[in-house]
């Protein structure tokens, strides 16, 4: 089941007001300036978030996403970057076009992962690099609340989510060299009791894994957490929603 981000454009980017990943953005300007990239292309790049934050660091910054909604929302004052209706088995761009190749949350949304390591092989400048962020559910020390209380969302999450030695491997496969694999940040939150539903990622909306969530699962794991919050106070106790998510990058060169 695929994520509608055009049912989630109108919302998606309030998640950085409480959860700005700065750990992602600094390891991006890092990455730039220490190779001194002049050209950087995102792979599912929405409403150009990270193109923003990039755009005074290179010179040339350009992004592809298949939610022509998403790329709607683009501010337009953002001249300075430009985005393309495009997806990532197919990116409209010639070979060699860039230095630097990134995705941020996205590579799960990806139809297929071997056309998408190809493509970015294609495009990107001999000794240019990939560099691939997202959570891993498989990771010891992530905690988050929503596989607990609401239905099948950690068993989807495991079947889109591939295990990082998979892609590891399909980049050797294809050539890449020097693959490393950091834990660049862990986003961390914690909401007591009903404090828990001012939590923007709790709005059906804000994640892909609530988005694909029926409306009547949504609903039970919405009254999971009620029936959790009330057996706490009954007992004169205070329940603690935690999520600790460790942001992992995986970076190649050509």
């Not at 390891?27 to 300036?33: G, V, Y």
């Not at 591939?162 to 862990?186: A, C, M, P, T, Y």
């Not at 999971?224 to 919050?229: K, R």
Request: aromatic share 10%; glycine share 6%; net charge negative.
């Amino acid at each position: 089941m695929k994520t509608d981000y055009s049912k989630l454009a109108s919302t998606y980017d309030k998640r950085y007001e409480s959860s700005p990943m700065l750990g992602v953005e600094q390891t991006l300007h890092d990455i730039i300036l220490q190779n001194k990239f002049k050209s950087v292309l995102e792979i599912g790049c929405g409403m150009g978030h990270w193109l923003d934050k990039l755009v005074h660091k290179t010179s040339i910054c350009c992004g592809v996403d298949p939610s022509m909604k998403m790329l709607r929302k683009n501010s337009p004052a953002n001249q300075s970057f430009f985005c393309i209706n495009g997806v990532a088995e197919h990116v409209p761009f010639p070979d060699g076009s860039f230095d630097f190749i990134f995705c941020v949350n996205a590579i799960h949304h990806f139809a297929d992962l071997d056309l998408f390591l190809n493509e970015a092989n294609r495009i990107l400048r001999d000794q240019g690099q990939l560099a691939i962020f997202g959570m891993n559910p498989r990771d010891p020390d992530m905690q988050y609340y929503q596989y607990k209380y609401f239905p099948s969302v950690y068993e989807r999450d495991i079947a889109r989510f591939k295990d990082l030695s998979i892609i590891e491997d399909k980049l050797r496969d294809k050539g890449f060299k020097h693959i490393s694999q950091f834990v660049v940040e862990k986003i961390k939150s914690e909401h007591i009791g009903k404090s828990v539903f001012e939590d923007p990622f709790l709005d059906k909306r804000s994640t892909s894994q609530l988005a694909m969530l029926s409306d009547e699962q949504y609903d039970q794991g919405i009254e999971n957490i009620n029936q959790a919050i009330n057996q706490a106070e009954a007992s004169g106790e205070n329940i603690t929603f935690l999520s600790v998510i460790p942001m992992h990058m995986l970076i190649a060169e050509k």
